[in-house]
Every structure is written in C-alpha cells, then in structure tokens.
Nanobody, 125 residues
Framework: QVQLVESGGGLVQPGGSLRVSCAAS????????MGWFRQAPGKEREFVAS????????YYADSVKGRFTISRDNAKNTVYLQMNSLKPEDTAVYYC??????????????????WGQGTQVTVSS
C-alpha cells in the first residue's frame, strides 16, 4: 500500500513564498512520475505540476508557470512544490499524487492512482 503525506501548507501573504512537501512510502517511488493538483472551494480539482520518474521532465499549468517549481529527492522519497509570487487565486487544498510508472508525467488526474490527504494553502493579506 502506498501512502502519500503532504506537509508545509499554511497562510502566506500575496507575493510570498511557500514550499509544500509530499513524503511517499514504498521502495518503488523512484520509478513513478509524481504530480501536484489543487482544489479551491466550489471548483474542480486542477493540475498544477508534474515531474517524471527521472526528474528530467516537468510540466506546469499555465497559471503557475514561472512561479512554481516541482522537484523530487528520490533518496528521501519526497516530492516538493516551491511556490513563489503567490496570489490569492492560488488559495486551495494542494494534493500530491503518484503518476504512471516510468513516465514523463501527466496532466490528467485519471492517470494518477494514489493521492495524499491534501494540505491547505491560503494566500491572503
């Protein structure tokens, strides 16, 4: 059974930065693409970023491109999302998820099989 545990969410002012982390259980973490999604109140879950199993490929939603950076540390079974220049519209629950094996990554939530419980990110003054 795979478990994904997010951490690092919180309240931040507009223009500020925050890094959220996702720790994964299991010895095969290194072979899977990973992704971050978010869901704001009253809205559907949306893709934020993904990273390939080798970390050589990353994809971003247009709304976060240039502001967010996804990375992974396979030695620690952890994937990160560094968020800079945060805006109020970035407020949401952020979820990490496990993507396809040996994949470059995916923007579709249906390609992800395990999900964390989410961490709240609130951008407000």
């Amino acid at each position: 059974q795979v478990q994904l545990v997010e951490s690092g969410g919180g309240l931040v002012q507009p223009g500020g930065s925050l890094r959220v982390s996702c720790a994964a259980s299991g010895r095969t973490f290194i072979s899977y693409a990973m992704g971050w999604f978010r869901q704001a109140p009253g809205k559907e879950r949306e893709f934020v970023a993904s990273i390939s199993w080798s970390a050589s490929n990353t994809y971003y939603a247009d709304s976060v491109k240039g502001r967010f950076t996804i990375s992974r540390d396979n030695a620690k079974n952890t994937v990160y999302l560094q968020m800079n220049s945060l805006k109020p519209e970035d407020t949401a629950v952020y979820y990490c998820a496990r993507g396809p094996r040996w994949s470059h990554g995916s923007t579709s939530p249906t390609d992800y099989d395990y999900w964390g419980q989410g961490t709240q990110v609130t951008v407000s003054s």
